[in-house]
């Protein structure tokens, strides 16, 4: 069972019985029973070791629309992936023309690459809360950012959306990626049931994934969002 939060009492109270996902029919998942709010342990600040929230779902869920409302209200810095990937892309790196191919295809890119920039973005930062949208993509970044910065994330917020729901709002973006299309979006979806959902699982199994229903508008999904990040008890 995952963990579903619809308002603040429920957050604090009792979990909510929750339907498991289609997707997860591949893979197990657990919740512990009693639900704690994420809290800066002493370890992160005695080792400088920032706060960090991944944020999951498939592509359209508005993982980046309630990260920039999110960064707003609560003071953290916004890392997306694909953003940075996406930067990259357009740069004249050694790394750009593999990079589109990648994403034209809906694949995910080299652990090494996607790290290295989510390290730098961190390392550039005054900032010492982040949310890091849209990544780990694979168990294989998971690993590879767990080792190459040397700490879990603090929690991972997911949404949860149906895949027609998605869909709609990916085609209708309009903001001229390469990836916005019919084909590349069903391969991306594939990628994320195979490959993605179980890094939230793995999560979900270490009581670390909070899941937040994706549909309905902007402001209630961030209502539903709100007092995860309301009740966080930061040093920062
Ligand atoms: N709750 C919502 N209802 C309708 N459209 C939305 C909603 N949230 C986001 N969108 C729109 O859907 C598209 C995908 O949202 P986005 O935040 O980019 O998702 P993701 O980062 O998960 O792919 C964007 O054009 C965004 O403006
Ligand atoms: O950690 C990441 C994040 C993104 N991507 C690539 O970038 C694309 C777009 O990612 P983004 O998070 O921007 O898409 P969204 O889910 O927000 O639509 C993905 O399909 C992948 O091809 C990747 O390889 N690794
Ligand atoms: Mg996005």
Known sequence: MWRRFTSLPLFFSHLQQVRRADELK??????????????????????????????????????????LKIAETFGFDHIGAGDLLRKEMHSD????????????????????????????????????????????RSE????AYERIIGAEPNFVLFFDCPEEVMVKRVLNRNEGRVDDNEHTVKERLK????????????????????????????????ERVRPIFASLRLST
Do not use: W
């Open 26 to 67: 591949i893979c197990q998942a657990f919740c512990t029973e009693i639900v704690k709010p994420p809290v800066e342990g002493e370890s992160n600040s005695r080792r400088n070791i920032p706060f960090v929230a991944f944020v999951l779902g498939g592509p359209g869920s508005g993982k980046g629309t309630q990260c």
């Open 93 to 136: 790196s050694e790394n750009g023309a593999m990079i589109q191919k990648l994403m034209k295809e809906g694949s995910i890119a080299p652990s090494e690459v996607t790290v290295k920039l989510i390290k730098k973005a961190i390392e550039s930062a005054e900032n010492r809360k982040f949310l890091i949208d849209g990544f780990p």
């Open 140 to 143: 294989e970044n998971r690993v």
């Open 191 to 222: 990628v994320y049931k195979a490959i993605t959902l179980p890094v939230a699982n793995h999560y979900a199994k270490k009581g670390k994934l909070y899941k937040v229903d994706g549909t309905g508008t902007q402001e209630e999904i961030f």
